[in-house]
Nanobody
Framework: QGRLVESGGRMVQAGDSLRLSCVASGRTFGGYAMSWFRQTPGQERVGVGYINGNGQYTVLADAVKGRFTISRDIAKETLYLQMNSLQPEDTAAYFC????????????????????WGQGTQVTVSA
């Protein structure tokens, strides 16, 4: 059974930076597509960043492009989200997700593309 555990979320001020981590265990996720999503109360999860299995292809949502970076360390079974110039609208619970089967998924930010999810880590940005 695979498991994903996020960490790194906390309360920060606008303009600060944070790095979120997502550690995989229970099975290897190296070589499989992974993404970060975020969710605010009463809203659906929204895709933030995508990375393919070998880490060579990444996509960031327009809302975070130029501020966030997604990366992975396959040997450490860890996914990262570097968030710079944080703004209050970035406040959300952040979730990592992984495909169980594919090194690339065509619908990058569709929840149905992913088989494993972490429990989330809260990021709160004050003005």
């Amino acid at each position: 059974q695979g498991r994903l555990v996020e960490s790194g979320g906390r309360m920060v001020q606008a303009g600060d930076s944070l790095r979120l981590s997502c550690v995989a265990s229970g099975r290897t996720f190296g070589g499989y597509a992974m993404s970060w999503f975020r969710q605010t109360p009463g809203q659906e999860r929204v895709g933030v960043g995508y990375i393919n299995g070998n880490g060579q292809y990444t996509v960031l949502a327009d809302a975070v492009k130029g501020r966030f970076t997604i990366s992975r360390d396959i040997a450490k079974e860890t996914l990262y989200l570097q968030m710079n110039s944080l703004q209050p609208e970035d406040t959300a619970a952040y979730f990592c997700a992984a495909s169980a089967y594919y090194n690339h998924v065509s619908e990058l930010f569709s929840e149905s593309s992913y088989d494993y999810w972490g429990q989330g880590t809260q990021v709160t940005v004050s003005a």
